[in-house]
């Protein structure tokens, strides 16, 4: 099944402490993304990746890191988790960039809070 | 950059009554125009996108939306809302040609309540 898997997808931690959130891919997608939700503002962009070892910051990437080692995992890092980056998140692929439009999917979103 | 307002944050409605979604967008080059719908727990789905051709687009579950482009707008609608449309719905819109970059601009998100 065609499909965008994060992991984990509920998590709890403490300001601070280093944690990852896996975003995998089987379409043999290029273009990978990572967006989070908050209440009454939708969904920002954090950051982008064209292609392997190709990333890019969104509109909100302060506090994120990201690496694309393998064209199916695009992992978002937080070195240093703080209060504010609790938000539900989302890892989103597409198959390649160009002229004409190619559907992104999402992920099942994983729900951070940040104690 | 593109811009997009969601009129509403909160439509509550009555089984069977119809339902406009508000979405204005802004941007200085030409967009495709999305709807996508999160139900209570889940991740976004599609429900359906303007590329190019009639300005009128439908979904399978009996949405629409409308561009318009002159008012800069793409609301969603339907006839007859049933419970089962309770979920919260964004209105997104990506720069169309180019050197896409796929980013998808988000409005603010309606929330839907249909009541029985």
């Known amino acids: 099944e065609a499909q965008v898997t994060q992991n984990p997808r509920y998590l709890i931690t403490v300001t601070g402490k280093k944690l990852t959130v896996t975003c995998s891919q089987n379409?043999?997608?290029?273009?990978m993304s990572w967006y989070r939700q908050d209440p009454g503002l939708g969904l920002r962009q954090i950051y982008y990746?064209?292609?392997?070892?190709?990333?890019d910051k969104g509109d909100v990437p302060e506090g994120y890191k990201v690496s694309r080692k393998e064209k199916r995992n695009f992992p978002l890092i937080l070195e240093s988790p703080s209060p504010n980056q609790t938000s539900l998140y989302f890892c989103?692929?597409?198959?390649?960039?160009?002229?004409?439009?190619?559907?992104?999917?999402f992920g099942p979103g994983t729900r951070l809070t940040v104690l | 950059a593109q811009s997009v307002t969601q009129l509403d944050s909160q439509v509550p409605v009555f089984e069977e009554a119809p339902v406009e979604l508000r979405c204005n967008y802004s941007?200085?080059?030409?967009?495709?125009l999305f709807w996508y719908v999160q139900y209570p727990n889940q991740g976004l789905q599609l429900l359906l996108k303007?590329?190019?051709?009639?300005?009128l687009v439908e979904s399978i579950n009996g949405f629409e939306a409308e561009f318009n482009k002159s008012q800069t707008s793409f609301h969603l609608r339907k006839p007859s809302v049933h419970i089962s449309d309770t979920a919260e719905y964004f209105c997104?819109?990506?720069?169309?040609?180019?050197?896409?970059?796929?980013?998808?601009?988000f409005g603010q998100g309606t929330i839907l309540t249909v009541h029985p």
């Open positions: 990746s064209m292609n392997v070892e190709v990333t």
């Open positions: 989103a692929s597409s198959l390649y960039l160009g002229p004409t439009y190619n559907e992104q999917f």
């Open positions: 941007s200085s080059v030409s967009v495709y």
């Open positions: 997104a819109v990506s720069r169309a040609g180019g050197t896409s970059y796929g980013k998808l601009t």
């Open positions: 379409m043999n997608h290029e273009y």
């Open positions: 303007y590329l190019s051709g009639s300005t």
